[in-house]
């Protein structure tokens, strides 16, 4: 049987044909990787904490897809000027499903999740990237993406699945910092650290880019291939 992930999604006003209501969205980049790479997705939008455990049981892999500012207070962090529009109730959500997650369980970050998973395990952000740096490329405004160059680090998971450099589309002014447990995978040429994962972990492993936006499989397959190594036994 095909693997089931689990994506997590926003909770936003939308509108769509005649209505304009509270919706459970994401855009299907992210589902449509995942069927791409053999995997089922099964959207998650944010619940009570309490049911997190519940449905990572029924999950062989587990998506943290990009999104909003993580609330500063959960790394203990006063606001930044330009840190905004955080959701805790997809920040509680999130983090109660990588709680819950059991250490076999495959997990991928993606731009946010990558910045959840860090703050999970205890780690820090920076807040706003072009204080750091200096320009504005990772996210150079509105819905346009960043052309960054990435060089992965060798030997890693990620240098598995990817290579070990390219062009990857970012779209963060936020980044990790400090990331307890995990190691860096791979970085972009002004320092920024674009990937990370967990070598305790069979595979936890996030990544700031946003490999749904272009055909860039290899990070999906990898998922996948590794959910279905243990849920399709």
Known sequence: MKPLIGVSTYREQARWGVWDQLADVLP???????ERAGGVPVLLPPGADDAASAVVARLDGL??????DVDPSRYDA???????????DRDAWELALLDAAPVDL????????????AVHAGGTL???????VGSERHSPGGAEFGDVDVDVLPGTRLAAAIGDKGSVRCHHHQ???DHPGFVAAACAADGTLEAIEHPGHRFRLAVQWHPETRDDAGLFRALVAAAASEGGD
Do not use: F, K, N
Request: with cysteine.
């Open 63 to 68: 998506l943290i897809a990009g999104g909003a």
């Open 28 to 34: 299907a980049a992210y589902a449509q990787s995942v």
């Open 78 to 88: 006063e606001p930044h000027a330009r840190t905004a529009s955080w959701r805790e």
């Open 175 to 177: 980044a990790v910092r």
């Open 126 to 132: 920076v807040q706003h990237v072009p204080d750091v």
């Open 106 to 117: 495959p997990v991928l970050g993606i731009c946010r999740g990558m910045q959840v998973m």
